[in-house]
C-alpha cells in the first residue's frame, strides 16, 4: 500500500481565507450529504457544474496508475443518466445510507476555483440486517465559486474500502 | 507424509466428508438447495473442481509484464501468486509459506526478485522454489536444520501453468490436458473473439464480495431468460433483447458456454417481444448516449458474447467492453468476483476513454452490475432463510436450436456435468 494522493495545503493561501473557504465547502459537503441521504438521487447532478466531472476509483487503481473508475461521469449529461438509471432502472434492495463527512481541508483557492479534500464515510442498512460500513474514502475536489454559492466541477472520490460489499447503488 | 511441492490430485484426496444424506432429485431439471449452502459440498468443490482436472483463469499476462512481476490470486479459495521470472515464464505456486503456514504476500501487484516471508525469512525464487532459510548451520555449531533437510522438499506448492493469447490459467493436475482441448474448438473460437492475440491493455480492477454461492454466478451468465427481464438497461437500450438475434452454445461436456446477441441498429421500439418485459422502459431517453455507443472493432457477428469457463471464470465482451470476471468461492455462502477490465494495446486514446465511459455497465457499480449483484444476494437470502426446496429450471429442450433464447440449458448442462465431476 501507497500513501494517498496527498497535496500539501499551499503556503500562499491566507489563513482566514482558508478558514472561510473550508466553511463554504463544508457546508456545501452537508448540503451534498444530506441530499443523497434522503434518496434524492435525482437532484444530485445538480451539485455540478455542465462541464462537471465525477470519478468513483478505488485506492489500489488510483495506486498503480489504472485509469478505470467504479462510477465515471463527464459533464451534466451523463451524471443525468446516471442519476435516472438508479432512480428508475436498476434493481436493488431498499437501502438507507449515511455519509459522514470530515477533515476537510481547503489546498488552493485560485480563478474562483477551490481545491479541497474531505474524509468521507458511509453507513449502509438494509431491511433486517445490521449497518454496515460501505465505504470510507477522500474526495479530491474542484469547486467552482459564484458569489458565495459553490459547484463541483470536478470530484474525485478515492475509496480504501477496495473490497465493495456486493454492489454501490447510490454515488458516494 | 512429507512437506509436497505439489498438490495432491484434487480427487485423489482423502478424508471427504459423508453426504449420504443428500439425494439429487429424480427431475433433470430441478436443482437442490444443499449445492448453494452445504459446506461438505463446497469442500468437495474445492478438491474435485478447483483443484481438479480443470484450468482455473488465475490472471492476465499484461498483469505482470515483465520479470520479477507478480500478482496475489486464487485457485478456488486458495491464494496463490503468479509470476514471472527472469527468463519471462509465468509461475503459479501457493501463497502459504511451506514453513508456519502464513499467507506472505499481502499486495495486490508488484515487482520481486524474490519472495520473502517475513516470519523466519524463508526465501523463494520466482518460480516458488525455496532457496535460502536463515541460520540453517544454527549458531556456533548448535541448532538449525537437521543434517538430511533439502531446499527442494520445502517449496512452495505449484501449479501447472498455461497462457493462451495472453490469458493465464493454472491447475493443480500435472497432467492436463492442452488448454485448447480442454475449451473444444467451438468454445475456443468464442474465447479467441475476445483474446484475439493482440497485446491487452490493463485498465483497472474492482473487487466485490457477493453474499452468495459461486455456481449462482455461472447460472447468471448462462441464463439469457434473466437478461432480457431484470436489466432494463439491456432491454431498453437493446444491447440485449429476446427478439435480438442470439445463440447458445455450450461444449460438448455442457460445463463451458457462450451466449451471443447481435445489437440492432437504434432502439427495438418494434419488438414483439417487448410486450412481455415490465423493464422496458419506452420514455427513457439517455442524455449522453456514448456510453452505449458500438465502435466496430471486431469482424464478429455478435455485439455481446458472454462467456463462461468452467469453472471460474467469466469472459465478456459487450459492445466494446471487454472483461474477465474471476469468480473466488468463500465458503457455500460467498464469493469474491474480480472484475478485470481492459482493452488493446494500440487503442488510441478516444478508444480508451470509450472503453472507460463504457464501463460504467459493468462492475459493482454499474448500471447492469448492480442487477446481477442485487439479484444473487435475493438469491442466497431465499436459500439460507426458508425451508429447502428445489429450485426449477425448466425452460426450453436440452435439444433444441441454437438461436432459443427464452431456455435454461445451459444451466441444465452445467449441472449435469457438476454431477459427473463431484460424483453426485
Excluded at chain 1, 474531505?118 to 459564484?146: H, S, V, W
Excluded at chain 2, 441498429?265 to 419506452?282: M, Y
Excluded at chain 2, 458472454?306 to 455462502?333: D, E, F, K, S, Y
Aim: one cysteine or more.
Amino acid at each position: 500500500m501507497q500513501p494517498a494522493l496527498t497535496s500539501p495545503v499551499k503556503g500562499k493561501l491566507d489563513r482566514a481565507l482558508a478558514r472561510e473557504l473550508r466553511f463554504a465547502v463544508e457546508e456545501f459537503n452537508f448540503d451534498y450529504a444530506e441530499v443523497l441521504d434522503r434518496g434524492e438521487i435525482e437532484s444530485w447532478p445538480d451539485f455540478f457544474t455542465d462541464d462537471g466531472v465525477y470519478r468513483l476509483i478505488a485506492r489500489d487503481n488510483a495506486d498503480y496508475d489504472l485509469p478505470l473508475s467504479l462510477m465515471s461521469c463527464e459533464g451534466k449529461g451523463m451524471l443525468k443518466d446516471r442519476a435516472y438509471a438508479i432512480a428508475h432502472t436498476e434493481m436493488f434492495a431498499p437501502r438507507y445510507t449515511m455519509h459522514i463527512i470530515s477533515q476537510i481541508r481547503v489546498t488552493d483557492f485560485e480563478d474562483q476555483i477551490i481545491t479541497a479534500q474531505a474524509n468521507y464515510a458511509i453507513l449502509e442498512t438494509l431491511i433486517d440486517e445490521p449497518t454496515r460500513l460501505l465505504q470510507c474514502g477522500k474526495y479530491y475536489d474542484k469547486f467552482l465559486m459564484q458569489g458565495d454559492s459553490l459547484l463541483i466541477k470536478e470530484r474525485r472520490c478515492i475509496y480504501d474500502t477496495v473490497l465493495v460489499p456486493t454492489c454501490i447503488v447510490f454515488p458516494p | 507424509m512429507t512437506n509436497n511441492a505439489r498438490f495432491a490430485n484434487g480427487v485423489d484426496e482423502q478424508g471427504a466428508a459423508d453426504i449420504s444424506d443428500l439425494q439429487w432429485p429424480e427431475n433433470p431439471s430441478e436443482i437442490p438447495d444443499w449445492v448453494y449452502t452445504d459446506q461438505r459440498i463446497y469442500d468437495l468443490e474445492q478438491q474435485r473442481i478447483f483443484r481438479g482436472r480443470t484450468w482455473n483463469y488465475v490472471a492476465l499476462e499484461v498483469e505482470l509484464p515483465k520479470p520479477g512481476d507478480y500478482i496475489r490470486s486464487y485457485l478456488g479459495d486458495t491464494p496463490i501468486i503468479v509470476a514471472r521470472d527472469e527468463a519471462g515464464e509465468v509461475h503459479a505456486f501457493e501463497n502459504r509459506c511451506a514453513h508456519r503456514g502464513a499467507e506472505f504476500c499481502k499486495t495486490y501487484r508488484g515487482s520481486a526478485k524474490q519472495f520473502v516471508c517475513p516470519y523466519h525469512q524463508w526465501t523463494y525464487d520466482l518460480s516458488g522454489e525455496l532457496v535460502s532459510v536463515p541460520f540453517r548451520r544454527g549458531v556456533k555449531g548448535r541448532g538449525g536444520m537437521p543434517a538430511d533437510f533439502k531446499l527442494g522438499e520445502h517449496s512452495l506448492r505449484k501449479l501447472s501453468v498455461t497462457c493462451r493469447h495472453g490469458v493465464v490459467f493454472a491447475s493443480a493436475c500435472e497432467d492436463m490436458e492442452p488448454f485448447e482441448d480442454y475449451l473444444g474448438p467451438d468454445m475456443l473460437d468464442q474465447f479467441d473473439t475476445v483474446f484475439d492475440g493482440r497485446p491487452l491493455k490493463l485498465l483497472g480492477v474492482h473487487r466485490n464480495t457477493m453474499p452468495g454461492n459461486w455456481k449462482l454466478y455461472q447460472e447468471n451468465l448462462k441464463d439469457p431468460y434473466h437478461a432480457t427481464l431484470l436489466h432494463t438497461y439491456l432491454t431498453t437500450f437493446g444491447l440485449f433483447v429476446a427478439g435480438n438475434k442470439t445463440m447458445i452454445m455450450t461444449d460438448p461436456k455442457g460445463r463451458h458456454s457462450t451466449l451471443c446477441n447481435a445489437r440492432p441498429q437504434g432502439r427495438p421500439e418494434n419488438d414483439q417481444s417487448k410486450t412481455e418485459i415490465r423493464s422496458f422502459h419506452a420514455a427513457m431517453e439517455l442524455a449522453d448516449p456514448r456510453v452505449i455507443q458500438l465502435i466496430p472493432e471486431k469482424d464478429s457477428p455478435w455485439t455481446s458474447n458472454a462467456i463462461t469457463l468452467w469453472p471460474n471464470l467469466v469472459l465478456l465482451r459487450q459492445t466494446n467492453i471487454l472483461g474477465a470476471r474471476h469468480i473466488v468461492p468463500m465458503g457455500p455462502n460467498q464469493f469474491m468476483l474480480i472484475w478485470t477490465t481492459f482493452g488493446f494495446a494500440d487503442d488510441d486514446t478516444d478508444m480508451e476513454d470509450h472503453r472507460l465511459r463504457q464501463n460504467n455497465i459493468f462492475g459493482p457499480g454499474g448500471f447492469i452490475g448492480i442487477d446481477d449483484n442485487e439479484a444473487i444476494k435475493f438469491v442466497q437470502d431465499g436459500l439460507l432463510h426458508s425451508v429447502p426446496r428445489h429450485g426449477v429450471a425448466p425452460l426450453g429442450q436440452d435439444e433444441e436450436d441454437s438461436d432459443v433464447v427464452i431456455t435454461d440449458r445451459a444451466i441444465r448442462s452445467m449441472y449435469r456435468h457438476y454431477r459427473e465431476e463431484m460424483g453426485l
